[in-house]
């Protein structure tokens, strides 16, 4: 993960230059990367962390060819996404898609579209979303990128998920988990997740406890806090399914003040 130290102390592009140099062995796609890395690492841990990082990681923009500012904008819609403000996420995702295309840069427009299919999710406007979602598929799976077309996977099937297709999105989450499986111990936690969310719809709760459980756990070893919290807020409402009225709000009131001190508004609203 990126020090956001090092970041600051960047006042020119002799300084960014030698920290690229030093760092990441000159290769500034590398550099992007591993900023790409360090803010899903804080997206899942704390969001006002997350909104600082990259506050800091914008002011090298200048820094940076200019092919490459693109990436940047994809930064800033993926943290409108998990903050909440698709619109503008839908906006800042749209035009990056746009740059990819333009420039014949096949595989960041698949991985630009892949963010884009839970924006569209939230937004309500779900054909868009599967179409999209199909169109990423479609490179990767051409491509054999294994891991991003299971991720793509995921996102289609939560689509399916909010149009209350459970079949299809159980479907889609078990093709995902075969992927998975083996290589990816975050994606398989997601998936768990996911998969609860349906369990949990077709009443399933005992199923649908045991896969929040085991999704929680992994991302409190990780110290994963923000993704830890949310599987803690889902067993919140298990447990008010199961008419445990007490428990349930308990631990929404102690996910609540979690959320909050994290800076995840949205969920905490949600909460």
Do not use: C
Not at 42 to 56: G, P, R
Not at 209 to 237: P, V
């Amino acid at each position: 993960m990126i020090d956001i130290d090092k970041i600051v102390q960047v006042k020119s592009q002799d300084s960014f230059d030698s920290l690229i140099k030093l760092e990441y062995n000159s290769d500034i796609t590398e550099f992007l990367i591993d900023a790409s890395r360090s803010l899903n690492r804080l997206l899942s841990v704390d969001i006002s962390a997350a909104v600082l990082f990259l506050s800091k990681l914008n002011k090298l923009k200048n820094f940076i060819p200019e092919k490459l500012y693109y990436r940047l904008t994809t930064f800033q819609a993926r943290l409108e996404l998990w903050s909440g403000d698709y619109t503008k996420a839908l906006m800042h995702y749209s035009q990056a898609l746009d740059i990819t295309i333009e420039r014949r840069n096949f595989r960041a427009a698949a991985l630009i579209r892949k963010g884009m299919i839970e924006v569209y999710m939230y937004l309500g406007r779900y054909d868009e979303g599967i179409f999209i979602g199909k169109k990423a598929l479609e490179y990767f799976r051409k491509t054999k990128s294994e891991i991003d077309a299971a991720q793509v996977l995921t996102n289609i099937g939560n689509i399916y998920h909010r149009m209350d297709k459970n079949q299809q999105a159980l479907s889609h989450y078990e093709k995902a988990q075969e992927i998975f499986k083996g290589k990816n111990e975050a994606a398989m936690a997601i998936v768990d997740f996911n998969r609860a969310n349906i369990f949990a719809n077709l009443n399933q709760l005992a199923k649908a406890k045991e896969l929040y459980l085991k999704a929680g756990d992994f991302y409190k070893s990780k110290k994963m806090d923000l993704a830890w919290e949310q599987t803690e807020y889902s067993i919140a409402y298990i447990l008010y399914l199961e008419t445990k009225y007490s428990d349930a709000l308990k631990l929404f009131e102690k996910v609540y003040d979690s959320f909050v001190a994290l800076g995840d508004k949205k969920t905490a609203m949600v909460t």
